[in-house]
């Protein structure tokens, strides 16, 4: 049997959203697909400080796809890095304090936050459950770092409005409350290649699940494409394969379906 490298997005994909852990049935199938042969790897918008729902599968995956794939890494190597140009990211802080919406800016250290709603506590840490946003640091702190990530608050004609004025960006939308912005070039696609490449691997042997928008990019660039049942109907038409939903064993019924376990 062929060897595949499997990317997994997080939320929604390995995560429930529900339960806000992963499913028996997905552990158990990634434990069976590692010991076939198959590589594992990480695909998410989160950076690497609130990765921190993944403990009991972290001893099969083979390296991370973090922040849209605008930071790669296969243990302490760094195998991929976009920063976000500093005037870029300071447009939109200046925006987000002016316009009173909320920010998540991650930089290559730290996160800095700015939640005058309380639509960052209330999503991230309510619904998602999100760790260590607690750790965040002051935005001109962070300024001083090479910028990764911005996530604001706002919906997707304002998004359409502001990337007029980022044209060094990319944006990918998993959630309608929220939005990621990254560099040109820092999307899961390009990071799923990335590691393809760092391990000397086929991309046409590369299977991708994911759920939301920002998994769009490595849906279309891998070998083939899985859409989780509870995915976006956006990405559920641009997939090869749609499973069931993370809550009824959707990894574990792709992964059966491909013969890879």
């Not at 995560?15 to 590692?34: E, G, K, M, Y």
């Amino acid at each position: 049997m062929e060897q595949y490298a499997l990317f997994f997005d997080i939320d929604g994909t390995l995560v429930s959203f529900r339960t806000h852990r992963i499913p028996d049935s997905t552990i158990q199938a990634l434990t069976s697909a590692r010991q076939a042969g198959h590589r594992i790897f990480i695909a998410t918008g989160r950076p690497p400080l609130i990765i921190t729902n993944l403990h009991e599968i972290e001893h099969l995956i083979d390296g991370y796809v973090t922040i849209n794939g605008a930071l790669c890494f296969v243990g302490d190597h760094i195998i991929r890095c976009k920063e976000i140009p500093n005037a870029s990211a300071r447009f939109v802080v200046r925006d987000a304090h002016e316009k009173g919406y909320g920010l998540i800016m991650v930089g290559e250290k730290d996160v800095a936050v700015h939640d005058p709603q309380g639509q960052v506590d209330r999503i991230f840490r309510q619904e998602i459950c999100v760790e260590n946003l607690n750790q965040a640091r002051p935005f001109e702190e962070v300024l001083q770092q090479r910028i990764f990530q911005l996530t604001p608050f706002f919906g997707e004609d304002y998004e359409r409005e502001m990337m007029k004025h980022l044209s060094d960006c990319t944006v990918g939308r998993w959630h309608p409350s929220f939005t990621d912005i990254t560099a040109k070039g820092g999307d899961k696609g390009e990071g799923l290649l990335a590691m393809m490449r760092h391990f000397g691997l086929d991309s046409r042997f590369s299977i991708a699940f994911g759920d939301g928008g920002n998994d769009s990019s490595m849906i279309r660039t891998a070998g083939i494409g899985v859409a989780m049942g509870n995915a976006m109907d956006s990405l559920k038409q641009e997939a090869d394969y749609v499973t069931t939903s993370v809550d009824d064993d959707g990894i574990s019924n792709a992964l059966r379906h491909y013969g890879l376990i």
